[in-house]
């Protein structure tokens, strides 16, 4: 009767485990581990971005390239810029994860990121070119409900390169890059600090 007992036990403990094993897997194989999203506010200052991310659940991480074209869109600082930016970030997410929903939490990200573009010049009004790259580090947060996605976040680092005039400030000339600008702030300026706080929104997959 005991060893009756125990096969019993141990049987309706591999079943379950099995069991488990199979739903996480499931899971795992219906979870959207794709998104196409746009940066919600980028148009308003020039430029159309469009990133595509994948996750990579195994180790709670995910890949994302963006590529813009800067001139499409409503020239905020009427300096008609023609040009385009390319980034890539890799998300390490930190809390709030769900396997079920692998694009989802909150998220550390290192990235770096390439602005190539042309401007008229304020001052001497000729086609002037800038040139800037940067590497930062963004804290945010994503969320997925059905298959909608929104991903905000904010950060800063280190960039350089070729400098644009784009709008005069009381501390100088505040610079903007069509994906993070300079540091410009507290009568405080620095042509090598990057900064970049965004919304962008989108559709899993």
């Given at each position: 009767m005991r060893k009756s007992l125990r096969y019993f036990t141990?049987?309706?403990?591999?079943?379950?485990?099995?069991?488990?094993?199979?739903?996480?897997?499931?899971?795992?194989?219906?979870?959207y581990k794709n998104a196409i999203k746009i940066t919600f506010l980028s148009w308003f200052s020039g430029s159309t971005k469009i990133s595509y991310e994948r996750a990579f659940p195994k180790c709670k991480q995910s890949g994302e390239i963006c590529a813009s074209m800067i001139g499409a869109g409503y020239d905020k600082y009427k300096n008609n810029p023609l040009g385009f930016t390319v980034r890539y970030g890799h998300k390490f997410f930190v809390a709030g994860y769900n396997e079920a929903k692998p694009?989802?939490?909150?998220?550390?990200?290192?990235?770096?990121?390439?602005?190539?573009?042309?401007?008229?010049?304020?001052?001497?009004?000729?086609?002037?070119?800038?040139?800037?790259?940067?590497?930062?580090?963004?804290?945010g947060y994503q969320y997925c409900i059905k298959r909608f996605i929104a991903d905000a976040w904010v950060g800063g680092g280190y960039c350089y390169g070729k400098t644009a005039e784009t709008v005069p400030s009381k501390f100088g000339t505040s610079r903007y890059y069509h994906g993070f600008q300079t540091f410009d702030w507290f009568g405080k300026y620095s042509d090598n600090i990057s900064l970049s706080f965004s919304i962008r929104l989108g559709v899993l997959f």
């Open positions: 141990l049987t309706a403990i591999a079943a379950l485990s099995l069991c488990s094993t199979i739903q996480a897997q499931a899971q795992e194989q219906n979870a694009l989802m939490g909150f998220y550390l990200r290192p990235e770096i990121m390439y602005s190539h573009y042309d401007y008229t010049h304020s001052v001497t009004k000729l086609r002037t070119p800038s040139r800037m790259g940067t590497i930062m580090a963004t804290f």
